[in-house]
């Protein structure tokens, strides 16, 4: 079975930075779509940032860019959220996740992330900023 083994949640203060990564194993990770999502308490998941790793292109929320990294250590198949200038309302559950299947870009639309293709979840892990 797929496994997405994620490390670096934990509690910041606002302006900080914090690290996330996400290890795939048992999964075609050439050519494929791994992203990152959070949720926080009373909202809808929120797709936060995406990475095609066949060519490193990458996608966005809004409420992220310019704060926030995605990046790939390709050799290790594993994928790195770089968190800058944190926010308190950057406080959310995030998760990792994988694209269904054996390969496929991310498909991004003007409005986000398509959350339905991506089959393949992390544990996830708490990150909280606080004031």
């Known amino acids: 079975q797929v496994q997405l083994v994620e490390s670096g949640g934990g509690s910041v203060q606002a302006g900080g930075s914090l690290t996330l990564s996400c290890t795939a194993s048992?999964?075609?990770?050439?050519?494929?779509?791994m992203g990152w999502f959070r949720q926080a308490p009373g909202k809808e998941r929120e797709g936060v940032a995406s990475i095609y790793t066949g060519d490193g292109d990458t996608y966005y929320a809004d409420s992220v860019k310019g704060r926030f990294t995605i990046s790939q250590d390709n050799i290790k198949n594993t994928v790195f959220l770089q968190m800058n200038s944190l926010k308190p309302e950057d406080t959310a559950m995030y998760y990792c996740?994988?694209?269904?299947?054996?390969?496929?870009?991310?498909?991004?639309?003007?409005?986000?992330?398509?959350?339905?293709?991506?089959?393949?979840w992390g544990q996830g892990m708490q990150v909280t900023v606080s004031s």
């Open positions: 048992k999964y075609t990770y050439t050519n494929n779509c």
């Open positions: 996740a994988a694209r269904t299947g054996y390969g496929g870009r991310c498909l991004a639309r003007p409005d986000g992330l398509q959350t339905h293709i991506f089959g393949h």
